[in-house]
């Protein structure tokens, strides 16, 4: 007996509590996460010049399949960086290992 595996490029969001927020699987794996991002729902919402998603001030974080934009924050590649960005690198990780531990979770 066989199995068939199908995979997803499913960009997903989860918030601080390790609560699933939003996902989207509607691209099949071979898919760049970038691409699956842009044409989501999610995605084309945020490219509007007025959109409502995002409050001011406030921002999400991606890996760095993502480009940096003014509603995408994004990890500073590099060794030698300042103190700052290397605070805020240490920083962003501990928000990218929240987001493992949430799919984690989801996966139990």
Same mark, same amino acid.
């Given at each position: 007996?066989?199995?068939?595996? #199908? ?9 601080? $509590? ?6 989207? #699987? ?21 490219? @509007?010049?007025? @959109? ?7 921002? #999400?974080?991606? /890996?760095? *399949? ?5 509603? $995408?924050?994004? *990890? ?5 960086? *300042?103190?700052?960005? /290397?605070?805020? *690198?240490?920083?962003?990780? @501990?928000?990218? #290992?929240?987001?493992? @531990? ?7």
């Amino acid at each position: 007996m066989s199995a068939l595996a #199908i995979w997803y490029a499913a960009p997903s969001g989860c918030d601080h $509590m390790c609560k699933c927020r939003w996902t989207n #699987i509607t691209h099949p794996g071979c898919a760049s996460d970038y691409n699956a991002w842009l044409t989501s729902d999610l995605g084309m919402q945020l490219k @509007q010049p007025n @959109q409502t998603v995002v409050m001011p001030g406030y921002t #999400i974080f991606g /890996d760095n *399949s993502f480009v940096k934009s003014t509603y $995408m924050s994004i *990890s500073i590649p590099g060794k030698s960086i *300042s103190p700052n960005k /290397d605070a805020y *690198s240490f920083y962003f990780s @501990q928000l990218h #290992i929240t987001t493992e @531990q949430a799919f984690g979770i989801h996966v139990l």
